[in-house]
Nanobody, 122 residues
Framework: QVQLVESGGGLAQPGGSLRLSCAASGFTFSSYAMSWARQAPGKGLEWVSGIVSDGSDTYVAGSVKGRFTISRDNAKNTLYLQMNSLKPEDTALYYC???????????????WGQGTQVTVSS
């Protein structure tokens, strides 16, 4: 069965960095686009960044552009999110999600991980 397991969250200071990982199993990882999304306390789900199946193209939300970088290692079946220059408003539960096709089309997800908490505070 499909499993997506996020890790790497934690407490970071404003201006700090964290690297999230998402270990995928149960499907051919290299054949599907992947995305990161987040949900802050009391707010709705926000898409953060997406990457095509072979990693050749990426997309990022304006709120994190220039600070967050998505990447993937298809040999390791792992998705990453490098988060730099963190802000308190980045505090959220971060999820990785599998898309149904090779490109990260909006809302075309079929599996989600359980999430990893990121808290940015001094």
């Amino acid at each position: 069965q499909v499993q997506l397991v996020e890790s790497g969250g934690g407490l970071a200071q404003p201006g700090g960095s964290l690297r999230l990982s998402c270990a995928a199993s149960g499907f051919t990882f290299s054949s599907y686009a992947m995305s990161w999304a987040r949900q802050a306390p009391g707010k709705g789900l926000e898409w953060v960044s997406g990457i095509v199946s072979d990693g050749s193209d990426t997309y990022v939300a304006g709120s994190v552009k220039g600070r967050f970088t998505i990447s993937r290692d298809n040999a390791k079946n792992t998705l990453y999110l490098q988060m730099n220059s963190l802000k308190p408003e980045d505090t959220a539960l971060y999820y990785c999600a599998k898309h149904k096709t090779t490109v990260p089309r909006a809302n075309e997800y079929d599996y989600w991980g359980q999430g990893t908490q990121v808290t940015v505070s001094s």
